[in-house]
């Protein structure tokens, strides 16, 4: 429990940092997109204005990725409304050159139109996190399936601390045919700074279930040694229920249905 502390406090470290970090990188990129701006304006010189419009572009990207980093390290979110359809092709443009071709991706949604609150970029990053995973997982190949569709859940679906919210949940689900895990690795998962990898950092999954949990919703993890890996991210498509407990931080996530 002293290790987990250790670890817990070395994570909020990190995350102050970062968003010290991006708060710096935010005052010198806005001279710099101004400056773009200004260029891309230019009438006389063509190439100025195209150089201008190069600055202008990265620093919108980089300021865009503070802003992520920001929220990240804030805990607090730009929501937006997020259409179900625009994430999934986003993501599968996104994916394209990460998925070798031994892995077959396969992108299945119930309900392009769905549209919900979130935040698109947010869960593009956790999305993409659970994907890299899989794919690690299966060096020598196999079937990777993101699949998102409408379901309900039972009452008794809820751990103590978990929001809860009486209504219809999106449920994306990661699946993968490799390996799975070892009860050993499926009790640490969620750690900050777990990792069975040699360059891994233990910091995607953390930040996964941050992302989930910002959106009000929970994740549950399937995985068994030899069977594959299954992660289900649940999130709520409507308002709160009466008894809303706080924004579940409990980290026994394993063994889903
Ligand atoms: P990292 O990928 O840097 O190791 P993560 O937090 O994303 O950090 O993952 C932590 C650990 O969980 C991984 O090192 C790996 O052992 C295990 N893991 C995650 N996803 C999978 C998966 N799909 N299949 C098998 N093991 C996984």
Redesign the pocket.
């Known amino acids: 429990a002293e290790a987990e502390l250790v670890r817990a406090q070395r994570f909020e470290s990190l995350a102050m940092l970062a968003g010290g970090l991006s708060h710096d990188l935010r005052n010198l990129l806005q001279p710099l997109l101004l400056a773009g701006d200004s260029l891309q304006d230019y009438q006389h010189d063509p190439r100025l204005a195209r150089l201008g419009k190069l600055v202008r572009d990265c620093g919108k990207r980089g300021l865009d990725m503070v802003h992520s980093m920001l929220s990240f390290a804030s805990g607090a979110r730009r929501a937006e409304q997020v259409r179900l359809g625009t994430l999934f092709s986003a993501f599968d443009l996104l994916m394209q050159g990460s998925v070798p071709h031994t892995v077959t991706m396969e992108l299945t949604i119930d309900d392009p139109e769905l549209s919900f609150d979130g935040n698109h970029t947010e869960l593009q990053q956790c999305l993409l996190?659970?994907c890299?995973?899989?794919i690690?997982?299966m060096p020598d190949g196999g079937r990777l399936r993101v699949e998102a569709a409408r379901v309900q859940l039972p009452e008794d679906f809820f751990q103590p601390g978990e929001p809860s919210r009486q209504c219809c949940y999106l449920c994306i689900s990661v699946i993968?045919d490799?390996?799975?895990?070892e009860p050993a690795?499926r009790e640490h998962?969620?750690e900050p700074f777990?990792?069975?990898?040699e360059a891994?950092?233990?910091?995607?999954?953390?930040s996964?279930k941050r992302i989930v949990t910002s959106h009000g919703g929970v994740m549950r993890v399937d995985?068994k040694r030899g069977r594959g890996?299954r992660?289900d991210l649940y999130f709520p498509l409507e308002g709160l229920a009466a008894d809303n407990g706080e924004a579940g931080d409990q980290d026994n996530l394993e063994g889903a249905a």
């Open positions: 996190n659970l890299l995973n899989a690690q997982a993968d490799g390996p799975g895990m690795v998962l969620f777990f990792t069975t990898k891994g950092t233990g910091l995607g999954l953390v996964c995985s890996t992660f």
